[in-house]
């Protein structure tokens, strides 16, 4: 696996497609995806440049960037972060929230029972069939990453939709960033 780590922030690149940084930065530039429809879910992903550096800190880390041709297997591990709600409609937390959950094939979640054909190659499903653990409101735009075996970070989707959060056979539905990484190269550089 080639590694593209965002290296720094100093006005960099953060892919998001979320209204919310959680910081206090000026916005520079925001390049949403030419083919994004709302109130499709489809192409959800925007690209954000900061006016100012971020500095890492404890609480701020670098992600490294998949190429288009990384597949991660299904039922391994991933952190969902955010500021989201709580439970559905529910209110929002006051620190940041952490909450592991599991990819989880397409196949699985075109079923019917699921999310009946909506997802496209473009997105990919993460959480649990039983429900109990998913991104929530206020969550959309935030990261989906895994470690690999040497414990870099690697953003694999970014928070899209979902049907409320943490139903059973509702699982979270993310931005497929493999899909769009030659976008994001065309875009940043990056």
């Not at 030419?34 to 550096?53: C, F, G, N, T, W």
């Not at 079923?111 to 496209?120: A, M, N, Q, R, S």
Request: aromatic share 10%; proline share 7%.
């Amino acid at each position: 696996m080639r590694e593209r780590c965002l290296p720094s922030l100093k006005p960099q690149v953060l892919i998001f497609t979320a209204k919310y940084l959680h910081l206090k930065r000026s916005i520079k530039t925001i390049i949403i995806h030419e083919k994004y429809r709302y109130p499709e879910h489809d192409y959800d992903i925007a690209l954000v440049k900061l006016s100012k550096q971020v500095e890492f800190t404890s609480n701020i880390h670098r992600v490294c960037l998949p190429e288009p041709s990384e597949t991660f297997p299904y039922n391994i591990y991933a952190v969902i972060t955010g500021w989201g709600a709580l439970t559905n409609d529910g209110p929002t937390p006051n620190a940041l929230q952490e909450a592991t959950v599991k990819l989880i094939d397409s196949n699985t979640c075109n079923k019917k029972e699921v999310y009946d054909g909506d997802i496209t190659p473009r997105m990919l499903c993460a959480g649990y069939l039983e429900g109990g653990v998913d991104a929530c409101q206020g969550d959309s735009g935030g990261p989906l990453v895994t470690p690999d075996s040497r414990l870099m970070w690697y953003l694999v989707g970014i928070v899209s939709w979902g049907d409320e959060c943490a139903k059973p056979n509702k699982p979270g539905v993310y931005t497929r960033v493999t899909y769009f990484r030659d976008w994001i190269t065309s875009k940043t550089g990056i």
